[in-house]
């Protein structure tokens, strides 16, 4: 089965552009979390989908936003980027079904100039 | 509020030495998941184990082994036998035991280095 998928891997954008990274999860998996991953902050949620209802939302601005499919694909977009929004965005699904445990993708790097 | 402590920040150990992982968390849930994850330096954070609050039974798998202490809010990892495979960083994390609320609280993560 493949595993969680992000594209692109990598994305450099100006100050002030938005973005829009893309997430396919394992397959069967309704639920698709995003995190931050930046060096200050470690590890945050951002928010989490599932049957293409956003059912949890972290502390972010309302600059990151984003949606799921009705194939559960999940895109999230970040508007009017700051330098700080540099970081590794990190995609994850679950099948609650067979355990709550989060499978991630490789995960999007982001740099913003 | 959940919140997950893991005090070592940087671990380096000579191959074949056996290394444990701390992890502390904070929470009022009754009931809740406890996690680890690995992240090699390709970036993606590979499952390793969970452990539902209510069973506190130890768990090994091969090299690995998870000591699960509700007494003291601990969840330690041990690498027996360390290979430089091993070499990543590692997080305990934490979520609610809720369908519909699956949100990971993660640790500052522990970088392990196995020095060949």
């Known amino acids: 089965k493949a595993g969680v998928t992000q594209t692109p891997r990598y994305l450099i954008k100006t100050r002030g552009q938005q973005v829009t990274l893309s997430c396919s999860p394992i397959s069967g998996h309704r639920s698709v979390s995003w995190y931050q991953q930046t060096p200050g902050q470690g590890l945050q949620f951002l928010f989490e989908?599932?049957?293409?209802?956003?059912?949890n939302k972290g502390n972010f601005p309302g600059r990151f936003s984003g949606r799921q499919f009705s194939n559960s694909r999940s895109e999230m977009n970040v508007s009017t980027l700051e330098l700080g929004d540099s970081a590794l965005y990190l995609c994850?699904?679950?099948?609650?079904?067979?355990?709550?445990?989060?499978?991630f993708g490789p995960g999007t790097r982001l740099t913003v100039t | 509020a959940q919140k997950v402590t893991q005090a070592q920040t940087e671990i380096s150990v000579v191959e074949k030495e056996d290394v444990t992982l701390d992890c502390v968390y904070e929470?009022?849930?009754?009931?809740?998941?406890l996690f680890w994850y690995k992240q090699p330096p390709s970036g993606e954070l590979v499952f390793l184990i969970r452990?539902?609050?209510?069973?506190?039974q130890n768990e090994i798998s091969g090299r690995y082994s998870w000591n699960f202490q509700k007494s003291t809010s601990s969840f330690n990892f041990t690498i027996t036998a360390s290979q430089v495979v091993d070499s990543a960083v590692y997080f305990c994390a934490l979520s609610e035991a809720n369908f519909g609320n699956e949100k990971l609280t993660f640790g500052t993560g522990t970088r392990l280095t196995i020095i060949p």
């Open positions: 929470t009022r849930d009754t009931t809740y998941y």
């Open positions: 452990r539902n609050s209510f069973d506190e």
């Open positions: 994850a699904s679950s099948l609650w079904d067979r355990g709550p445990e989060q499978y």
């Open positions: 989908y599932f049957s293409e209802t956003q059912r």
